[in-house]
């Protein structure tokens, strides 16, 4: 064991008992699953692409990638009557970042785990939810349908001892927080009116004021317009870790008020009617036990065998007539080549810039400034219902103030059975840097065994649940090295010129999150379907 483990276990057992329960009673299995981490490295180390081809494939447009935006584009295609294509994805299902896995019979999210519901901006999304029967008109009016929308009560905050609804510290702060969390919704609400804060942002046209927001990091812009109080700080803090996976002072300013002014605003306690104690809830968001795996399986079902998982990438080159993409197969564990018209490039930033032969400009600058956060989510299952400490009732987001976890999720949650039984929470753990890590995340992930994380996570959730431990059967970890991009101080600018709609070069055409600078699923959905349709 290293030393740096073992601090991590020492560490957690001591504030186990500081959350005055026992080590667990029983063993909890577990381990790390999800992503083939040896596939991925496989590619990187050079020891496919040296491979000769042995197969030879035809088809008129290869996507390479299967997450969101490559299943978008895939669908993309086919709405444009394009049928001849193949989708090659490195994993053994297609997802990415949004699919699901299974602990112990219950389904649960490995990645991604909502979609609010999409604004205006939204357009392409709004379209998918249509053709999957989540919204529809009535009586001139657009309805979501109740089963998929989040069930109230849909988060709570574990502060000072208790539960309290909503994730704004509340309970007992003082007037100064008050008066505070009353200025910053003022703010965001000047700024919401000045400037077009868009989902997607391909849709937005960079102003000087937005640019000048880009190159200021949030923290600082926050000291500058006097926002000190530390329970907003704290809650602005956790927005930026949660939404781009690094602390405030890591993300830009334009960023940490894009999470706000882009979609429901910031509502100071009391401000809308609500009472004034209450926290008005976040606006509608779709989710499913399985998160968004619900989506990108429903996504891929049309496909059939144009969908090609366990394909590993490692070539793609535009030629005169035609691009060649080779893939190393991992059933048949040999090489394979395709020959096509056109590439949809659907890989995060890093892994294109590795695999196109002479990079375009466009795609060299993007991978140049782009950082990543890497993740951690594990899956815990539960052979019972948790017991609770007093204050707000059991929600689908259950966050625990002042932790590097961002709480967790119950995959129960929209269970309209109310028989108490088992379940699996969803712990989310974003490694990028912040006031709680160090900018090492992705070596930490790799390094680290399991089991750190076990007694990291059974540490924070057991001082608002102290029967963790006892009630835990298991724990499945899925680690992302990559998983997001940094929207960190003036990328918006350098991938400004990557917006205004569709990247591409040559027969290349390029979609993924990483190209908005920073990951969701309206991000990743609108690149996809704009670069299908550009290339159809
Ligand atoms: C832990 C976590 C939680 C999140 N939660 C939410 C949420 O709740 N809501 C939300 O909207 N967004 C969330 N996001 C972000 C969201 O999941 C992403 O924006 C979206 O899924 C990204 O899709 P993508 O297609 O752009 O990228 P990716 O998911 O990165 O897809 C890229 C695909 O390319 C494949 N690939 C990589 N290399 C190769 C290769 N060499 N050959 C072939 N294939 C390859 C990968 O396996 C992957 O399937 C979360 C992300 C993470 C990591």
Known sequence: MQRRDFLGVAGAASALALAGCEAPLTPIDGGFTG??????????????????????????????????????????????????????????????????????????????????VPNDDAREVQDLLEELGLRRRVSGRWEYDERHLCHSPQ??????????DGLLPMHDVGESTHAQYRKFAQRVDALQHAEHFAIPTLKVALTPELLALDALPFERWLDSEGFSDAQLRWYLDYCCRDDYGAGMEQVSAWAGI?????????????????????????????????????????????????????????????????????????????????QAERCIVALPVFIAARVVENAPAVLA?????????????????????LADR??????????????????????????????????????YRPLGPSRYDAADGRRVLLERPWTAWRDELLAELSVPHPDLPALATRIE?????????????????????????????????????DWSGYSIFEEAFTRGHVAGMGVA
């Open 35 to 116: 992503i083939d981490v040896a596939r991925g490295h496989a590619m990187r180390d050079g020891a496919l692409k040296s491979q000769a081809p042995i197969t030879m494939k035809r088809t008129r447009v290869v996507i390479a990638g299967g997450g969101v935006a490559g299943l978008a584009a895939a669908r993309a295609l086919r709405l444009s009557g394009i049928e001849d294509f193949a989708l090659l994805e490195l994993e053994d299902t297609p997802g990415g970042n949004a699919r699901s896995g299974i602990v112990n019979g219950i389904a649960c999210p490995l990645g991604a785990h909502y979609l609010p």
């Open 155 to 164: 988060e709570r905050l574990f502060f000072r001892g208790e539960w309290q």
């Open 365 to 385: 600058n993007a991978a140049r400034h782009l950082r990543y956060a890497p993740w951690l989510v594990a899956n815990v299952h539960l052979r019972g219902p």
């Open 258 to 338: 894009h999470y706000f002014a882009s979609r429901h605003g910031f509502h100071a306690p009391g401000s809308s009617g609500s009472g004034a104690d209450s926290t008005p809830e976040r606006d509608g968001v779709l989710t499913w036990p399985e998160g968004n795996g619900w989506l990108t399986q429903r996504l891929a079902a049309p496909l059939g065998d144009r969908l090609r998982t366990g394909q590993v990438v490692t070539r793609i080159a535009e030629l005169r007539g035609g691009v060649e993409v080779d893939a190393w197969d991992a059933a048949s564990k040999s090489m394979v080549r395709w």
């Open 477 to 513: 970890i899925t680690r992302y090295g990559h998983a997001m991009a940094i929207p960190t101080p003036g990328l918006l600018a350098q991938m400004g010129a990557a917006n205004g709609g569709r990247v591409a070069a040559g027969r290349l055409s390029f979609a993924h999150a």
């Open 390 to 427: 007093s204050g707000a009732a059991p929600s689908w987001d259950n966050v625990v103030f002042g932790t590097r976890g961002l709480g967790y999720v119950d995959a129960r949650h929209q269970d309209l059975d109310p028989t108490p039984r088992g379940t699996v929470i969803s712990w």
